[in-house]
């Protein structure tokens, strides 16, 4: 069985709290992973996923791991062409102070503070995608099971 790994990391305080902006995003990675659990099983791929705690002392420019969703080893933007961005958060800069500054996730005009259930599942779907493609090496493409359909996607005889 393949494995699809979910791995998502924010910050917390001392008494294990976190920010509204990552308290949030964690509904959506939980959404997002019984989605793609559910969709991926028929495939023969098994989804998992970790959450990791950032916890003090943590340095301001260290933030901006927060809030991060890794996919199968890549991040959420690398799989989705988006790009990282920062914005302040309450509950950070109290923490760390004025310097500090969460991540953000841009695609096209779009800032998302809060990562929706919807682009973790874009994201996912692609990584599934990979991990699919890794194990084709012949399908057949006729009726005939003598037929099979090469890499190159021509038909062999």
Not at 60 to 74: P, T, Y
Request: aromatic share 4%.
């Amino acid at each position: 069985m393949k494995v699809l790994k979910i791995e998502w990391q924010r910050l917390v305080d001392r008494k294990g709290k976190t920010c509204q902006r990552c308290g949030a995003t964690e509904k959506e990675v939980q959404k997002a992973f019984y989605s793609l659990d559910q969709s991926l099983a028929s495939l023969g791929i098994k989804v998992t996923l970790k959450k990791k705690a950032l916890s003090p002392p943590i340095r301001a420019e260290e933030v901006i791991h927060s809030n991060r969703i890794l996919i199968a080893g890549r991040t959420l933007e690398e799989r989705l062409g988006a790009q990282v961005g920062k914005s302040p958060c309450e509950f950070c800069c109290a923490e760390l102070g004025d310097g500090a500054e969460c991540r953000t996730v841009k695609i096209g005009k779009r800032v998302y503070e809060i990562i929706p259930a919807s682009l973790i599942v874009q994201a996912g779907l692609l990584a599934a995608s990979e991990l699919m493609e890794k194990d084709i090496s012949t399908v057949y493409c006729c009726a005939s099971k003598e037929k099979k359909f090469s890499k190159n996607k021509s038909c062999c005889r």
